[in-house]
């Protein structure tokens, strides 16, 4: 009977002790998935990060209350000490990680948002776990940690010789992290490769690649290599796309393709404006670089998949195509190409009033000598107060006109057919205007080699040409006063004989006729 009387005490304290012990565990383990429905992303992580130490509560607490129920001759001192120490530890770890994430969560709200680093939350959390550990053993069971502490250096040094590339990477993701060139979530290029920053620990950083895969590249490789960041804090990231494009177009023609392709993808910031650089010329072609920003969300493949397609497309739309390293022959008929040039440049003279005097033999050698010159929009043609000599014909495309007495404003504008530079190539003196190119032109130019010769073949033309000089300048002086900001015309008529005189001498004298 006696026996039974010790029996049931016993059956009935182990059994309160498991029952008590699976309702901790489940009722933790409910709680944890509801809070983490419930709550956010960050909200989450402390879920997750308080569920070991809870757990372990759950356990130990049944343990403590179930040792202290049973009388002390039942156990030994250690398994109390035990029971104790488990619970003790718990509670430590539970407050531990819920002081941890408040910390980490001022930080980030001080920071904007900004993610400490988690190689410094493994190593302050396990510093901190330790000194504690130490501590308690010390204080709590009077356990004397002095051996521990002189025996450590010998350990530590033959730990260190045996963990030379693994403390390395440590090593090296403190000093990547103690002036960071990346942040999680920035792409980046590193030892060729280009990817996402998904993680960056004690030991390695990890990249998700653009195809979806997983770089993982040790970090004493990131402190020895070069670092390509193309994010900035704003979200943005920056991408450019080279592509090579023919010789035989223009540059301002193609950038504006280039830049309407690049409008047509949405992904692609308008502001800043995306811009267009020619980077090389190659041997088939040359190398125009777009470079871009969009959204550090969006994936780069996806983005330069969709802007390499809308530049095919419109370079077809152009009649235009991406060429490629191939060797051609092409048959020329050089005299039909030559003569189709010389009646175009014939044509062109016939609007040259100084010019279209000339008989048909030395118009044909004034089509012949004149050279094609090729300017993009905003490129000065001819500057005011230069001592040049050309004189052009616009072929194609439209100049603007300055004078210094006028300020910013044009006095003129010259489009195909129409000319400028005449006074300049036959008496010699300096540029009376500045010319600039409004939009992209072909120029044809006469120089004064050309002009001597004219000169010295038909004697009559310097006659000629000095009335329409003087004709010209009159007219031109008028519309220069027209535009000066006292917007009075000058009423004194310049003696159109006087005037004619004084430019056929300074057109002898040029010349040295």
Not at 180 to 185: L, N, T
Not at 288 to 306: A, T
Request: glycine content about 6%; proline content about 3%.
């Amino acid at each position: 009977m006696s026996g039974i009387n010790e029996i049931v005490p016993l059956i009935l304290s182990e059994g309160i002790f498991f029952v008590l012990l699976l309702v901790l565990i489940i009722g933790w383990r409910g709680f944890l998935r509801v809070m983490a429905r419930r709550s956010g992303a960050n909200e989450g992580t402390f879920w997750n990060a308080i569920s070991m130490p809870g757990y372990l509560m759950a356990a130990s607490l049944p343990f403590y209350i179930y040792c202290r129920l049973r009388d002390f001759d039942f156990f030994r001192p250690e398994v109390f000490a035990l029971a104790q120490l488990l619970l003790n530890a718990s509670l430590v770890l539970l407050i531990g990680e819920i002081l941890f994430f408040g910390a980490l969560r001022s930080y980030s709200q001080r920071k904007s948002g900004q993610e400490f680093p988690s190689i410094f939350r493994q190593l302050l959390k396990s510093l901190v776990y330790l000194i504690l550990i130490l501590s308690f053993l010390s204080n709590t069971y009077k356990i004397d940690i002095t051996p521990l502490l002189t025996t450590s250096a010998v350990f530590t040094m033959v730990l260190g010789l045996a963990l030379q590339d693994v403390l390395g990477n440590l090593f090296a993701g403190l000093s990547v992290h103690i002036s960071p060139p990346f942040r999680i979530g920035d792409w980046i290029k590193i030892n060729g490769y280009f990817g996402r920053v998904e993680e960056s620990n004690w030991r390695a950083t990890t990249l998700r690649q653009s195809n979806m895969g997983l770089v993982v590249i040790p970090n004493n490789h990131i402190s020895k290599n070069e670092i390509i960041n193309y994010s900035d804090n704003s979200g943005s990231m920056f991408s450019e796309l080279t592509v090579g494009l023919p010789y035989g177009v223009s540059p301002e023609r193609l950038r504006r393709i280039l830049l309407a392709a690049a409008r047509q993808v949405e992904e692609i910031y308008q502001r800043p404006t995306p811009s267009v650089i020619i980077t090389r010329f190659g041997e088939s072609a040359i190398d125009y670089k777009i470079r871009f920003w969009q959204s550090n969300d969006d994936r780069p493949d996806k983005i330069l998949d969709q802007l390499s397609s809308r530049i095919w497309y419109r370079l077809k739309r152009e009649g235009l195509s991406i060429p490629f390293p191939i060797r051609d022959v092409y048959v020329h008929h050089e005299q039909d190409d030559h003569q189709k040039v010389i009646e175009h440049r014939l044509s062109l003279i016939a609007g040259v009033d100084f010019i279209a005097a000339l008989d048909q033999k030395l118009k044909v050698l004034v089509a012949e000598r004149l050279e094609e010159c090729w300017y993009e929009t905003g490129e000065h043609v001819v500057t005011e107060g230069a001592f040049d000599t050309d004189f052009f014909i616009i072929d194609r495309g439209r100049v603007q006109v300055f004078v210094a007495s006028a300020g910013q404003k044009a006095v003129a504008e010259l489009g195909e057919g129409e000319f400028f530079g005449e006074m300049s190539l036959l008496t010699g003196e300096k540029r009376s205007a500045s010319v600039v190119a409004k939009t992209e032109i072909r120029l044809l130019k006469l120089n004064r080699d050309t002009m001597g010769r004219l000169l010295s073949e038909d004697s009559q033309l310097a006659e000629n040409l000095s009335k329409t000089l003087a004709e010209r300048s009159n007219r031109t002086s008028q519309m220069v006063a027209s535009h000066h900001e006292s917007k009075v015309v000058s009423q004194k008529q310049v003696d159109e004989n006087a005037a004619k005189a004084a430019i056929l001498r300074r057109i002898r004298g040029f010349f040295k006729l």
